[in-house]
């Protein structure tokens, strides 16, 4: 009954020219299955017999998602909203409440505006398609967001979203400049209507706890013609502990063109003791400048001019996405991420160097898995110099690199499942004395529901202060505020959503 009245409500209330049909897909339809399972990047749930959706919603116009907002409330279904599928926990496409999910992939138009260096990029849109389309219109503009083409605008810019300017230009929430939300009323409001308030906490307090961001308006950062990227592998008896010891204290203090981040791996076979340290950097200008910075800073890496190559910053893009030179720009615009598998991490900040025993037992944890990443992103430089409040986001001056746990299956088994999760609980319990304390912090945009999850889906603001102080830190509580005015019933809940200060209306 739920389902025909929503159906009905929604004819009533979308563009009667539409048909319903092209934009709302009922189970067992054939667009159905194919959108479900196409849009899972973290693939760990595709078996899973919990509830499915009602009805995916692919809305054409803001016209389908003002109504399915409205329809929903008025049958009591939950929304979830998805962008780029790449929520860590499937936030954007998982319930335990009978719910719709209204997925924005036909809402990913890129305007760029290179006269006043801006550009209008909708929210289903990817980092891949956003990067792409700047790069067509100027060799010396970009914008400072992630690494992985595939992940999209919508999720990554709710939860502040850090790549390699990050320490020139800080997170793509910085660089956010007005957007357009569809909120709780239904209304579309933009920044001047939405209020400063909102306007904050949309920029990194976290998806779908404040309405649909329907598109971003962004400040384009300026790039040289000419960049410069080298990736250098360390094992072990090349000095690859002691590099990553110097890289701790070097890294945020370097010029903030330069960017160096470091992944350890397992490179070879479980327990064959094959780890290794890439040392990952863009240089936002020639090698013939980097190569004395680098003797200046980092002499210890011993960089030569013929580990670098100069490239375009779309072609740095390609780079860091693991493409081979020469790769089309084409591949920008493929939805799906290249490694897609199961997956589960954790996150931490850290304000001091770890000392090298503390580093071995990394390595000594990493050699128990095939495929295990740790991920150092340094910060410093403008991120030291953004206010912790200026946005959600609160990890700035003081840290000196952001840590990602990584580990990947193939094999979607509920033994094979718990077997890997256990090991990078194992390794994030071992980190504790390493890494920021009370609260132990985390990045929002690296959901972990491990921190804490609303159990009740009034969950009270003290308790949900448990996770949302990790993420958030005093923020926290401004956001449980902006909640509690732009969506007084709560309907924008979900397991991490932003509590309301009291109990709703
Ligand atoms: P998804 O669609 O799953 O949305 C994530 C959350 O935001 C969900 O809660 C969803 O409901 C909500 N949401 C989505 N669209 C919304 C909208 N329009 N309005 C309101 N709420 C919305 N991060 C990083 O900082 N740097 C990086 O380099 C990377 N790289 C990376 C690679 C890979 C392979 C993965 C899987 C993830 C990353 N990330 C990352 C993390 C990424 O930034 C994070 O998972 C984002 O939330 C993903 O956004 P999507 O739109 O893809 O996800």
Not at 351 to 362: A, E, F, Q
Request: with cysteine; hydrophobic share 35%; glycine share 8%.
């Amino acid at each position: 009954a739920t389902q025909d009245a929503f159906v009905s409500c929604m004819l009533i209330y979308s563009r009667r020219f539409i048909n319903i049909s092209d934009y709302l897909h009922a189970p067992g339809s054939p667009s159905y299955i194919a959108l479900l399972q196409s849009s899972q990047q973290n693939p760990r749930w595709v078996n899973s017999t919990g509830p499915k959706p009602q009805y995916i919603i692919t809305p054409s116009g803001d016209i389908e998602i003002q109504s399915s907002i409205l329809c929903s409330r008025k049958n009591s279904l939950e929304v979830r909203v998805l962008s780029g599928g790449h929520d860590y926990e499937g936030q954007s496409y998982r319930s335990k409440a009978p719910f719709i999910i209204i997925n924005l992939i036909t809402l990913r138009a890129v305007r760029v505006d290179i006269e006043n260096e801006t550009a209008w990029v909708q929210s289903g849109a990817t980092l891949g398609e956003l990067y792409y389309n700047i790069a067509k219109k100027s060799k010396v503009h970009g914008f400072p967001a992630g690494v992985c083409p595939s992940v999209g605008i919508g999720g990554h810019f709710s939860g502040g979203g850090f790549g390699n300017m990050v320490r020139k230009y800080g997170l793509a929430a910085d660089n956010v400049i007005d957007a357009y939300v569809i909120d709780v009323y239904s209304r579309l409001l933009d920044r001047e209507t939405m209020g400063e308030d909102l306007f904050w906490a949309i920029r990194g307090g976290g998806g779908s706890s404040f309405g649909v961001v329907v598109a971003w308006k962004i400040k384009l950062v300026r790039v040289p013609e000419m960049v410069t990227v080298f990736n250098i592998p360390k094992k072990l008896d090349q000095g690859a502990s002691e590099l990553v010891h110097r890289w701790q204290s070097v890294a945020e203090k370097l010029p903030e063109d330069l960017f160096i981040r470091v992944i350890m791996q397992n490179v070879g076979q479980v327990y064959n003791k094959t780890v290794e340290a890439t040392f990952q950097s863009l240089y936002l200008g020639e090698v013939s400048e980097l190569i004395p910075m680098m003797s200046e800073w980092f002499p210890e890496l011993g960089l030569r001019s013929e580990n670098c190559t100069e490239m375009t910053w779309i072609e740095s893009a390609l780079s860091f996405a693991g493409y081979p030179k020469g790769q089309s720009w084409d591949v920008l615009l493929t939805r799906t991420d290249q490694y897609k598998s199961n997956f589960k991490a954790k996150s931490d900040f850290v304000t001091k160097p770890i000392p090298i025993d503390g580093l071995k037992g990394i390595w000594k944890r990493m050699v128990e898995e095939e495929l295990a990443f740790v991920i150092l992103e340094p910060f410093g430089g403008r991120m030291s110099e953004i206010s912790k409040s200026e946005i959600p986001f609160p990890h700035r001056k003081g840290n000196l690199y952001n840590i990602q746990y990584l580990v990947k299956w193939d094999v979607n088994t509920g033994k094979a499942t718990k077997k890997h999760m256990y090991w990078v609980r194992k390794l994030y319990k071992y980190m504790k004395p390493y890494v920021s304390h009370s609260p132990r912090r985390a990045y929002q945009n690296y959901r972990d529901f491990d921190l804490g999850v609303n159990k009740h889906p009034n969950t009270s603001y003290n308790k949900a202060a448990h996770w949302g102080n990790k993420y958030f830190k005093s923020n926290f509580k401004r956001l449980a505020q902006v909640k509690s005015k732009a969506d007084p019933f709560n309907f924008f809940r979900h397991e991490q959503s932003i509590p309301l200060i009291s109990k709703p209306k």
